[in-house]
């Protein structure tokens, strides 16, 4: 069964840091872009972060400068790498991969929650 397992959620303090983990499982031959998104309380789901399978990577205004998506093929895992934070960053975030199993598709994390307190 081919999904997306995140980890590293919990809460932190204003100006603290987080690393977020998302490792693939499963029969998979390639990964092509993966991605972060989060949605907040009340709020639409948004994208936080992209990163393509040759290292080329896009961020939010909201959190560039702050915020670092990285890859480990080997691994097939991706990460985000979250400083400076802030309570508006408070959210659940969802680790979105498109994969190349029999086919390609879009494959979703089951979300992680990430609480800053002020």
């Known amino acids: 069964q081919v999904q997306l397992v995140e980890s590293g959620g919990g809460l932190v303090q204003a100006g603290g840091s987080l690393r977020l983990s998302c490792a693939a499982s499963?029969?998979?031959?390639?990964?092509?872009?993966m991605d972060w998104y989060r949605q907040a309380p009340g709020k639409q789901r948004e994208l936080v972060a992209t990163?393509?399978?040759?290292?080329?990577?896009n961020y939010a205004d909201s959190v560039k400068d702050r915020f670092i998506i990285s890859r480990d093929n080997a691994k097939n895992t991706v990460y985000l790498q979250m400083n400076s934070l802030k309570p508006e960053d408070t959210a659940v975030y969802f680790c979105?991969?498109?994969?190349?199993?029999?086919?390609?598709?879009?494959?979703w994390g089951q979300g992680t929650q990430v609480t800053v307190s002020s």
């Open positions: 990163i393509t399978s040759g290292g080329s990577t």
């Open positions: 499963g029969t998979i031959f390639g990964i092509n872009t």
């Open positions: 979105h991969a498109n994969l190349i199993t029999i086919g390609v598709r879009a494959y």
